[in-house]
């Protein structure tokens, strides 16, 4: 069984978002304790292709270290950029990127992926 859930109407908004910029996909993965790392590992090595196709690159990819705030472990941290929205629901509705995926699903115990958008220190709201 598969620890990512979608939330479908976070899904319905991301499609329907306007912005057609470039953004981030912030991914927290913890693994699956029997063979979730090596599947997860083995989803990224075969789902680099899609990824490439839709212009996207991984920006960081990390293991997370010190947890100074909060108490919810992960196991990694990728940073994902993407050319757009459109270009990341491309890849996600593509019918051999979805085979793929069924080794990231075999792998995660829990995930949370948050698309974000880059703001300026001009847009930080003051106090």
Request: hydrophobic share 40%.
């Amino acid at each position: 069984m598969s620890g990512i859930k979608n939330n479908e109407d976070q899904f319905k908004k991301l499609a329907a978002n306007p912005n057609q910029k470039p953004f981030v996909m912030l991914n927290l993965l913890k693994f699956k304790t029997e063979g979730g790392r090596d599947s997860y590992f083995r989803y990224i090595k075969e789902s680099a292709p899609f990824v490439e196709a839709v212009g996207a690159e991984v920006v960081y990819f990390g293991k997370p270290g010190e947890m100074l705030q909060g108490t919810e472990e992960w196991d990694l941290l990728m940073l994902v950029k993407y050319p757009s929205r459109k270009a990341f629901l491309k890849m996600a509705n593509n019918p051999d990127y979805l085979k793929v995926h069924e080794y990231r699903a075999a792998a995660v115990e829990r995930a949370v992926l948050y698309a974000t958008d880059p703001i300026t220190f001009k847009e930080f709201p003051k106090a």
